[in-house]
């Protein structure tokens, strides 16, 4: 990675090589902002707890009950419409995936 920038995590811990990451961010040339960690919760002995330039918070977006409940939604919006022949609404189309060539 080039220097200065940021790395952001908020998917999944097994996208990014934890010990590569942290040995980067001690060289202070990158920052990284994470929410997701390879155990959770982080644990308290973490490296990553004592970098500077990592900015850390609890994975929490999935579990709050206002998520759970539009998630919800979503699937019975969807599932309407392929009863009725509607299209979708909320439907992954390949336009919305990230290139792999860039």
């Given at each position: ?8 995590n ?17 060289c202070?040339d990158?920052?990284?902002?994470l ?21 850390l ?19 019975i ?7 009725s ?18």
């Open positions: 990675m080039r220097p200065n920038v940021v790395l952001v908020v998917a999944r811990a097994v996208l990014v090589d934890t010990s590569a990451l942290v040995e980067r961010l001690k202070g990158l920052f990284a902002a929410d997701v960690f390879d155990k959770e919760p982080l644990e308290l002995d973490s490296e990553l707890r004592l970098l500077p330039n990592a900015y918070t609890p994975h929490r977006a999935g579990g709050i009950m206002a998520s759970v409940q539009r998630i919800l939604n979503y699937l919006d969807d599932i309407e419409a392929v009863i022949e509607r299209p979708r609404q909320h439907a992954l189309m390949e336009s919305m995936l990230p290139s792999l060539d860039a």
